[in-house]
């Protein structure tokens, strides 16, 4: 089974010659099937850590290993190609291309895999009706609400079939009723398909979703107990 292992992750950024540590000797592994919720208040390194587990990010210190390979050992093409294959990420602003249709937003994972045939488009099809969005496929992202906003991202993230997904606040911002809809719409995908959650969240209601809780402070990330 593939898993996802966290090595010994520090990450500082250089803010006017000065070091800022956000991440301090991180290390978490987390296997597929798997669902863990990262909290911890804003400014604490939660999307850093997302980022660089999801291999959109470099560390300043230690290693992501994914099916036995190091991340930071691989050129930019593998790189990508191990992403498109087995990650789906949902950002925190879900950086929908504001001038694509939703449909065509979906689909970008597919051309960039070289793979929009005919049983892919069919199957983002299948997709955007389970997420209650196909009605608003020939729209542009600005004349969605946020609610459908986040799950046209998570539509996106999941075309590719990935067995580790990737939220970032997936219900940020969202009203209570919309915040519950995700949440259950990606509980229930992972149980159904084996995909792992990896969840940057502030929500103490989806929080309760997941047997292992993670937080983040000053740098450091300690399990939470149950
Ligand atoms: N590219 C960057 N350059 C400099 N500083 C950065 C960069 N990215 C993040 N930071 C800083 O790192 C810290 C952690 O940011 P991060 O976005 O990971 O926090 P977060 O826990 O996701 O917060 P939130 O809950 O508000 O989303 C913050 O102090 C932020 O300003
Ligand atoms: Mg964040």
New binding site residues.
């Given amino acids: 089974m593939n898993k996802l292992e966290c090595i010994d992750i520090s990450k500082s950024?250089i803010?006017n010659n000065e070091s800022?540590s956000?991440l301090k000797n991180i290390n978490i592994s987390i296997a597929e099937n798997e669902r863990i919720a990262i909290s911890?208040?804003?400014?604490?390194?939660?999307?850093?850590?997302l980022h660089i587990m999801a291999g959109l990010d470099k560390p300043t210190q230690g290693h992501v290993r994914f099916k036995n390979r190091f991340l930071l050992d691989l050129k930019n093409k593998e790189l990508s190609q191990i992403r498109l294959l087995n990650f789906g990420f949902v950002y925190?602003f879900h950086h929908l291309l504001e001038d694509l249709t939703i449909e065509e937003n979906i689909h970008i994972p597919l051309l960039l895999n070289n793979s929009l045939n005919k049983t892919n488009k069919s199957r983002s099809i299948e997709i955007m009706k389970y997420l209650d969005i196909y009605e608003r496929k020939d729209h542009l992202p600005w004349k969605l609400s946020g609610g459908e906003k986040q799950r046209a991202a998570i539509a996106r993230a999941l075309i590719n079939k990935p067995k580790f997904l990737f939220l970032?606040?997936p219900t940020g911002n969202l009203d209570y009723e919309n915040a519950n809809h995700i949440q259950n719409l990606l509980i229930d995908m992972s149980n159904n398909h084996g995909i792992a959650l990896i969840t940057?969240t502030?929500d103490n209601e989806f929080i309760k979703a997941f047997k292992k809780v993670y937080e983040?402070s000053e740098s450091k990330l300690s399990e939470l107990n149950e």
Avoid: I, N, R, W
């Fill in positions: 950024f803010l800022l956000v911890g208040k804003s400014g604490a390194g939660k999307s850093t850590l925190q970032d606040e940057a502030h983040l």
